[in-house]
């Protein structure tokens, strides 16, 4: 059963940035699409990028051309790049990885993801 434990958390003005961390045991991701969800108070949990084992990447309309996801297989670790914080994107920023291996598509939903992290809250001041 793999963990996943996320760091990188903080608070930053609006025009910041925050690199976010999700570390991973018990299972290699290299076979594995990652995602990054967050919620924010009262709103339900959201999409917010993902990556596939072959190296494609996805995001949501809002992070699009702000935050980036990559990954380093070697440290079995997965990384999420906020660049140009805004106050709405502040919520607690979850790391899942994908139910099934070796999908070369982008699992975008949820339901598609079996293993997730404890969060980390993202607090952007305007």
């Known amino acids: 059963q793999v963990q996943l434990l996320e760091s990188g958390g903080g608070l930053v003005q609006a025009g910041g940035s925050l690199r976010l961390s999700c570390a991973a045991s018990g299972r290699t991701l290299n076979s594995y699409g990652m995602g990054w969800f967050r919620q924010a108070p009262g709103k339900e949990r959201e999409f917010v990028a993902a990556d596939n084992w072959r190296g494609d990447t996805a995001y949501a309309d809002s992070v699009k051309g702000r935050f980036t996801i990559s990954r380093d297989n070697a440290k079995n670790t997965v990384y999420l790049q906020m660049n140009v914080l805004k106050p709405e994107d502040t919520a607690v920023y979850y790391c899942?990885?994908?139910?099934?291996?070796?999908?070369?598509?982008?699992?975008?939903?949820?339901?598609?993801?079996?293993?997730w992290g404890q969060g980390t809250q993202v607090t952007v001041s305007s």
């Open positions: 899942a990885a994908a139910k099934i291996r070796f999908y070369s598509g982008i699992y975008r939903s949820i339901n598609d993801y079996g293993a």
